[in-house]
């Protein structure tokens, strides 16, 4: 059985036929090609699936596709405009705040929301906000510091923080990453290789998704 589901992602509008029981995740990557969205421990608890809801910051791997029928899903994918990188991702690569990438598409979309309520945080409320998305290559400080960056950067411009929309332009291997284009990184499936076991991460992403919605 299959249930026709429509999804507005990334200003585009898409009528699928989907499994009742599928991620908002697989549906992305396999059927929207939007591998962005990166997919690793299925359980909501690294983050790396993280994707805006409406707005809000949801792990991708536990919210049904049926779930977002008719919302808005922005991936990092959506989140530059007019072939610009949006602030959050140019500051990561001024940063130096990207390494291997598998992690950093959902650490932007995570800063994205909570900036758009927190214009103003200080690092611990950044290091906060991203506790449900973990690291395993850097220190967080080059993460932290790029978040309070292009938070600055968009309180004096604030018309570059409006609602994406449009697809990023790729262009040296850190803007590829950090616009979803690079598939790289960490390996999904080695537990050896990923971020699930690191101390000090904090509160479990999943708690941002457990709001999304019933199925219709």
């Known amino acids: 059985m299959t ?31 939007l591998t962005g969205t990166k997919e690793n421990c299925l359980e909501a608890e690294c983050g790396v699936c993280t994707v805006l809801l409406d707005g809000a910051a949801v792990n991708a791997c536990i919210v049904l596709a049926p779930q977002a029928h008719g919302r808005r899903v922005v991936t990092i ?3 530059g405009r007019d072939g610009t990188l949006h602030p959050l991702q140019q500051a990561f690569i001024d940063h130096g705040a990207v ?20 214009p103003q945080p200080t690092d611990d409320e950044i290091r906060e906000a991203l ?3 973990l690291c395993r290559c850097t220190g967080y400080q080059k993460i932290v ?11 004096t411009s604030p018309g570059l923080s409006a ?9 040296l291997s850190a803007a590829e990453v950090v616009g979803g284009a690079a598939e790289g990184g960490a ?3 080695n537990p050896d290789k990923n971020a699930l076991d690191q101390d000090g991460a ?14 219709p």
């Open 145 to 155: 510091d790029a978040v309070s960056s292009a938070a600055a950067a968009l309180s």
């Open 99 to 118: 390494q291997c990438g598998y992690c950093i598409p959902g650490m932007i979309l995570s800063a994205y929301a909570y900036l758009a309520g927190h």
């Open 202 to 215: 904090g509160t479990s992403a999943g708690e941002r998704s457990r709001d999304a919605g019933p199925i």
């Open 187 to 189: 390996d999904p499936k």
């Open 77 to 79: 994918e959506g989140l």
């Open 131 to 133: 506790a449900g998305n």
């Open 3 to 33: 249930i026709s589901v429509t999804l507005d992602v990334n200003g585009e509008r898409y009528e699928l036929s989907v499994e009742p029981d599928r991620t908002l995740l697989d549906v992305l990557r396999t059927d929207l090609g």
């Open 163 to 171: 609602a994406p929309g449009s697809s990023a332009a790729p262009g």
